[in-house]
């Protein structure tokens, strides 16, 4: 798991999980628009059986660097779950809205269905990270359990 040395926005990475039912965002600054949830929802880790809470969901928008360009990034109905470590995009909800995703040498490509990348994530480990602007990888550090 990773987590940050530092607090700030620029420390929360984001990651591609083919695992995530939805796509899930840290930062409640990087929502649009926001709808709270009057009361918190619950979401499940499905290989650890524990819990983290949803606050509220909405749309949110990025900056990220696919082949030296830079593209805003747009998800709808994104989860907030201020209690995670690292914002996750979920490979199914990608694959849904027609994209495709490749498995390409140290990483993934997302692409249109034509051929134009949307999105890219590079292979740290077992972790596909997203080079997104607004973010950074410095002050991270691995920890195992």
Partial sequence: MFQSNTNTLHSVITLINSGASDHYFVNKSLFISY???????I???TDKGSTFNISGKGPVQFLIEVNRIKQKIIFNNVLHTPSLCSNL???????????????????????T?????????????????????????????????
């Avoid at 990348?117 to 920890?143: E, K």
């Fill in 35 to 41: 709808i709270l949830y009057n009361s918190s929802k």
């Fill in 89 to 111: 995009i979920s490979i199914s909800k990608l694959i849904s809205k027609g994209v495709h995703v490749k498995f390409a040498g140290e990483g993934i490509i997302i692409t």
């Fill in 113 to 145: 269905l034509e051929n134009h990348p949307i999105m890219s994530a590079v292979c740290f480990g077992q972790l596909y990270i997203v080079n997104m602007l607004n973010s950074s990888l410095s002050g991270l550090t691995v920890q195992s359990k």
């Fill in 43 to 45: 979401g499940l880790f």
